[in-house]
């Protein structure tokens, strides 16, 4: 009994310490692992050792060379020198997340290129006993229907309510809104009569004599006096010479429409007759004349004012609904000055996105795009099946009941299927995983061949296939059968090409496969079996 302990001691105490030392040209590469039995989550403490010559270059491993265990981390490699020799050494820390028996498998190591292995090393992964009398087990809880998220809509809505917030209040504050009047524009609006005398009043002040500009001084005066003889006296005065407007102004009197004396016509007519001699035969009459004939047109005015006759309500209505028409025609102009702003701005703004994004980019945009949503959305990252399978996908695969035939029965210990979408249209995606009654290694070929004879069977035509080696993201191995075909859309009866990957692996007793189809020339499917590529990772252990 001592003798079977001591020698079951002195296994375990061997199986830890250093298994395996190589030497070649003077170089020694041992390893050793700290237990050969943990629990789920544990770690394992891989250790490296080299001795070799300072001048040496050592490569040690890196990523994921330990699957199926996975590396946590990889310590910084600790040095030795000894006269001309130097010792490194490197620690692996090592864990496993599924109870069973693996298998460490040896790792290369180069010295100055020449390569070295270690042995392997059999570990064991152990559950975690659970005390059920302390703590109830429970079934595993079935799959439940999760409300799809839509706070990318509601930021997409939140930026174009801003966005039109922002352009209805430019618009509002350029166009719409009643703008403080400019002192032009307050003057304008005064009755002809206040807006003269204003008028004159301003040129009274002015420096127009003073600078020796009679010629401005008599052109601004007439014309302040023609435009109100226009406006207040509906007499055509501005484009009528000097004796036109005096007859006019005779006839006026004569029909009693405009009670002015004949002193005060005759005072105007020399007034306008000064005028002219001044702005055409470079008359110079004197200061105090040129600011008599000011005072005397300010006095015309005011007479020309008393003289006509009060307006009639019709009159007065009459001019009320002409300023009404003109208010609301000022306003239909501003509208339409928004509006075509505003269409401006939009055509702007979509044919700038059509030049930088593109026509389909900006219409999958507006109008949405299946596989577009499937790619900007919410993806959901799970592990499927036993083996299991990890797949980052765009939603989550729905787990399928698959019947086998009865010839199959004999050979398949279980199938997991998994699946979302369709193999036949814009985006679909499968996860299998097979356990066998046998230990015996998975015929690819053959199945493969089923998942083409299915396509085939589901209206695809003029399959192409290639195949070549695909590695995981930790290291993993698998055959990567990808090509293309033809199928008819169901809906249209259109014939459409398709694209499609079968990603394999497997060992003894197991097979897991991964398949993805999609429409040829969609770029949106195209970076959704990208990223499910990178993101794809298997456990080869059953």
Known sequence: MEKSTLQLLIAIVFAILPILVFSQNDSKVSSKIDTTSIKIGEQIQYTITVETDSTNLVHFPEGQTFSPLETVEALLTDTIKENNRVKLQRIYALTQFDSGSYTIPPQRIAI????????????????????????????????????????????????????????????????????PLTEEEKEALLPPYDRALLELKRLENSRYLIQDEYKKYYSELTDIVRSYLEEDANVSALESTTDELIDKLELLKDAGELELGDDTIRQFQKILQTADLVKFARSKPSTSVAEQDRKLVEEIVVKTHDALPEPTEEELLLNEEYLEELAKKKQRKRIYWAAAIFVGLLIVGSTFSLIFFGVKEVRDTVFGYPTKELLEGEWVSSSYGYPPIELETPDVLIRKEAELPPEAQELVKELQLFTYGSYVGLFGIGSSSVTYKEQTEPNFDAAIAGTLSTFESLGVKNIITKQEEFTTKSGVRGLKTYGSGNYKNPLNNESKKAKYNILSFGGKGFMQQVIITWEDGDEYAEQIVDRILSTLDVKTQA
Not at 136 to 142: A, E, G, Q, R, V
């Open 112 to 179: 100055n290129e020449q390569p070295f292995f270690t042995d392997s090393f059999q570990i064991k992964v152990a559950d975690v006993v659970v005390d059920t009398s302390k703590q109830k087990m429970y079934d595993i809880k079935p799959l439940i229907q999760v409300d799809r998220s839509y706070a990318k809509l509601w930021w997409t809505i939140l930026f174009v309510v801003l966005a039109l917030l922002i352009v209805g209040g430019l618009v509002y504050w350029f166009f719409l809104r009643k703008k």
